[in-house]
């Protein structure tokens, strides 16, 4: 099968989406798919062609979320170079910028457009409007997001039940959704496939000692992550395991202004802010935790709650649908619905070493059902069905153009 793959963001990007459409292009050229991936480069004027990877990078401008750009709706220049690549699916992972340009592309050439909802955009507007019209932006968003999936969608894909309920009941969405969890390469996770070494090395820069017990934040330093909730929960937990070490990795807007919290909250000696980490340098963080914590309720899904569980630490999240479909409580995790539950599971899997050995075995175990390979068997089966959906949309048109045809004579 021959595969067009559009995103606003990839690697060297580093996030959900980016991981997620990185994999999936991985994935399916080990079962034996060519796989093309139209994306948007950092150059503001210059198109970006990697012929032997088979991507396409589109000039893009800054919007001012992270590292997100736009891009050109429609780059002419580059049509008749993907016409050529005679796509059997064009898969969006956008609702806009390239994934416009998906839109137009797949009805301009009759090809089948599969979709896939990664961001709940609703909870990202305030990046925008700055506090400003924001209902209003929220409706502008939900009326774009149904427009595109709904109207121009052959085929929709969510990774949570979660997000088939928001487009069932608020979008009253009427096509075929799948929800498919999306996997990831939870092999470079594997204890065994860890160079503990470099995880010695690591700790020792983060001056993380064997005798502390590490809570580990992975993501986005920002308000929607709810990294305040973790370092309020950080004031009493210190109190009860003197060795308690709380790891937040990544960057964002709010860093500063958490730093901050955590001086005047006199934490500092417990809270590490690592900044930003090396895509190949990610499982090693998660080798330096004994826990991983997350209070987010604005995940579509939450890859790093699974890459936690492929690394043997047991994931700590707060009560959402986003979480519960991958984490079973007391099983491969521990789910809460506030503060003090959120504690109490730390401390229990800090005392208790039975359980806590017992829930980092299933963690694993159940990570491996999350496999990008298993995610990319099931992808392929929606590819199939649109592409037999978009057969009979054909042949339909065809019938009616004869009988039209005879009526008119």
């Known amino acids: 099968m021959r595969i067009g793959l559009f995103t606003d963001t990839y690697p060297p990007f580093i996030n959900g989406v980016s991981t997620s459409v990185s994999m999936l292009k991985d994935a399916l050229e080990k079962k034996g798919h ?4 139209i994306t948007v480069s950092k150059n503001l004027l210059k198109y970006e062609i990697d012929k032997e990877n088979r991507i396409i990078k589109v000039p893009g401008i800054p919007v001012g979320i992270y590292d997100y750009r736009l891009s050109r709706i429609y780059p002419i220049s580059m049509i008749n170079t993907m016409r050529s690549w005679k796509l059997d699916v064009v898969h969006s992972h956008t609702e806009f910028g390239i994934g416009i340009f998906a839109r137009l592309f797949a ?9 896939t909802y990664h961001t709940l955009y609703e909870d990202y507007t305030h990046y925008l409007t700055k506090g400003y019209f924001d209902k209003s932006s929220k409706k502008i968003v939900e009326y774009l997001t149904k427009f595109y999936c709904d109207k121009t969608a052959t085929e929709l894909i969510v990774p949570t039940n979660k997000i088939y309920k928001l487009f069932k009941e608020k979008y009253e969405f009427e096509k075929n959704i799948h929800i498919i969890p999306t996997g990831i390469e939870i092999d470079r996770f594997f204890t065994e496939n860890v160079d503990e070494d470099e995880v010695k090395l690591l700790k020792e820069k983060l001056n993380i000692s064997k005798k502390d017990f590490v809570v580990l934040f992975v993501g986005r330093i920002a308000s929607e992550k709810n990294i305040t909730f973790l370092l309020e929960s950080s004031k009493e937990l210190k109190k009860k395991i003197p060795n308690y070490k709380l790891m937040i990795v990544g960057d964002g807007p709010d860093k500063e202004e958490y730093e901050k919290y955590v001086k005047d909250n006199s934490i500092d000696d417990h809270i590490i802010f690592t900044g930003k980490a090396a895509w190949e340098e990610i499982p090693l963080y998660y080798h330096c935790a004994n826990l991983f914590a997350t209070a987010s309720t604005t995940e579509t899904q939450g890859l790093t709650v ?14 959402d649908e986003s979480f519960t479909t991958t984490v079973t409580d007391d099983l491969s995790g521990k789910i809460f619905t506030n503060n003090k539950e959120y504690e109490d ?14 829930i980092s075995e299933q963690a694993r175990i159940n990570s491996e059902h999350l496999s990008s390979s298993s995610y990319a068997e099931r992808v392929l089966e929606v590819y199939e069905r649109a592409i037999k959906t978009k057969k009979e949309q054909r042949d339909r048109n065809i019938i009616n153009r004869v009988i039209d045809k005879i009526k008119g004579e």
């Open 306 to 319: 699974i890459e936690a569980m492929a690394s043997s630490v047991p994931p700590l999240c707060i009560d």
């Open 345 to 358: 599971a730390v401390i229990e899997l800090h005392k208790d070493k039975k359980k806590y050995k017992y």
């Open 34 to 37: 060519t796989v093309y991936v």
């Open 107 to 115: 009805k301009q050439f009759n090809i089948p457009l599969i979709h």
